[in-house]
């Protein structure tokens, strides 16, 4: 992430989230954000695409607790009226305004020992002084978001599925410099190649990529008629990916150095892949646990007995049903549920339902007739009338 975003860019208001806003809440803004604004639901639809962008950037940074709090620092020192003076522009604390010695934060930049991580780490090269080498640094690759849908059992034990990305990198036709065949760029006068110009502001000068070049730190008077001069190029590929056994519907994925390939050495980006999960016409899921419902007779329930149970992997097990089972009432069967990180598995909740026999014969009858006569007059609902009458 560059300087820029972390003075400018309110990523709490990309999300539409309060500052003090829980993992929780970010995700699900994140998520309804992301499906609104998705590039496959808006095809054609530039603007919603670089929302979709920015909505996936703002999370990559407030989803990350290491990140976040790197982000927030950096807003609270340097943002909008947080305090940020050069020197001479007056304020309580130290040289300049600032409460605290700069060196504490800018040491690594005069190579200081010991000035490394923080704030140290996300400034470096932002204040006076930075050299223009004529070399352009190493470019890490874009992220890429992508989705997969999965089956229920495939979600719940885990799959490797293939997945189609496009994505920008360097164009082959010209090998990444954006010039014509028989030509080659030349270096960009205005930020000598750096790709970077200093803009003064406040007796320090703020680092920004060059207008000019577009921070490429190349300029190019024929361009690539493949690329445009760009350098860059859409390319798609066809990548296998494990999905991890136990993900749930609305998971985001992240696959390290899976995604766009970066420049001039640099590292490739990540792919985020969000899951969907189809529904199961039997079994359903709460966290690491499976759920069915059961139907059993009412002699079953109301004796006991031995019922058959199906399970996910095919293999049915048999369940002890105690004796007066009510309808609704839920048992458990141990590890036959979601697979989770630590190799272990949650369980089979079976829910009881007992059921009505719409048809009697002769016999059925009369069996019901003696069993109502047997267990005399006690009606069941007394005591929820009783209640009724005296709320």
């Not at 994505?167 to 760029?185: D, Q, V, Y």
């Not at 406040?202 to 690539?224: A, T």
């Amino acid at each position: 992430m560059s300087t820029k975003d972390y003075l400018e860019k309110d990523y709490y208001k990309v999300l539409g989230v309060p500052k003090d806003a829980g993992t929780a809440e970010i995700k699900k803004a994140y998520r309804k954000l992301a499906v609104e604004f998705h590039p496959d639901k808006n095809k054609g639809d530039t603007k919603a695409e670089e929302r979709f962008k920015e909505i996936s950037e703002a999370y990559d940074v407030l989803a990350d607790d290491k990140r976040r709090k790197e982000y927030d620092e950096a807003r609270t020192l340097f943002g909008s009226g947080g305090g940020f003076r050069g020197p001479g522009g007056g304020g309580q604390g130290g040289a300049g305004g600032f409460p605290f010695d700069l060196g504490d934060i800018f040491g690594g930049q005069q190579g200081g020992a010991g000035n490394t991580g923080g704030l140290g780490d996300i400034f470096g090269g932002l204040f006076g002084g930075g050299r223009q080498t004529g070399r352009q640094q190493p470019r890490r690759g874009s992220d890429v978001e992508s989705e997969v849908t999965l089956g229920f059992a495939d979600a719940v034990d885990g799959a490797t599925v293939p997945i189609r990305l496009t994505s920008s990198e360097p164009c082959r036709h010209c090998n990444g410099t954006g010039a014509a065949a028989g030509t080659t760029p030349r270096m960009c006068p205005t930020c000598a190649g750096s790709g970077n110009v200093s803009r003064p502001q406040g007796g320090f000068g703020f680092s920004e990529p060059c207008r000019d070049c577009k921070g490429r730190g190349l300029l190019v008077d024929d361009p690539c008629i493949v690329c445009n001069g760009s350098g860059r190029a859409k390319s798609s590929r066809t990548m296998q990916v494990r999905i991890p056994a136990g993900v749930q519907d609305g998971q985001r994925i992240r696959l390290k150095g899976k995604g766009a390939p970066g420049e001039r050495g640099g590292p490739a980006g990540d792919l985020y892949v969000v899951v969907h999960v189809k529904a199961h016409s039997v079994f359903g899921r709460k966290g690491d646990n499976l759920t069915v419902t059961v139907p059993v007779t009412f002699p079953e329930a109301a004796l006991g007995a031995d019922v058959t149970v199906p399970t996910l992997g095919g293999i049915p097990v048999t369940l002890k049903l105690p004796a007066g089972t009510g309808n609704g009432r839920t048992l458990r069967v141990r590890g036959r549920g979601a697979a989770r990180k630590d190799g272990t598995r949650g369980d089979l909740l079976v829910t009881v339902e007992v059921t009505v026999p719409q048809h009697l014969n002769d016999k059925a009858r009369e069996a019901l007739e003696a069993f109502r006569e047997a267990t005399g007059t006690h009606d069941p609902r007394a005591d929820l009338l009783d209640a009724a009458k005296g709320a």
